[in-house]
């Protein structure tokens, strides 16, 4: 009898310590598991900032353009300015062009009467001379 209940709490412990392998091994396959999720949350974690470090860059990158940008358009709008007030310039010397031409015109006929007037007095002083 003694035996038998000495055969009986062994297998109750085989039992027991069966038991306990079986949660010490699904322990040690969660630690397994939770280790891999761990280095692969590390290695996601790495690419990501890695990802925002290239975006940071290209960023700082976008905004020496946009000062870039502004800065052309800057001068782009000063060429502009620069560009009407020689056009204007321009028409206003044209303008002036053509009053020194009527000028001028209004001259040369005034100098064409002036020269007949002379040949007509020669011809007058001629014909008082005969």
Do not use: F, Y
């Not at 038998?4 to 306990?20: G, H, R, T």
């Not at 969660?30 to 996601?44: D, G, M, P, T, V």
């Not at 204007?88 to 303008?95: A, L, N, T």
């Amino acid at each position: 009898n003694k035996q038998q209940l000495m055969d009986e709490d062994l297998k109750a412990l085989e039992d027991v310590n069966s038991e306990l392998l079986k949660k010490e091994n699904k322990a040690t396959a969660e630690i397994a598991e939770s280790k891999n999720l761990c280095a692969s949350l590390r290695l996601e974690l790495k690419e990501s900032e890695e990802g925002r470090n290239r975006l940071l860059e290209e960023c700082g990158a976008l905004r020496e353009e946009v000062v870039d940008a502004e800065t052309t358009q800057v001068t782009l709008h000063s060429v502009k300015d620069q560009k009407e007030q020689l056009v204007s310039k321009v028409q206003s010397m044209e303008r002036e062009q053509k009053a020194l031409k009527d000028t001028n015109s209004g001259l040369q006929k005034k100098d064409n009467g002036i020269q007949e007037s002379k040949n007509l007095c020669v011809s007058l002083q001629l014909e008082l001379e005969e």
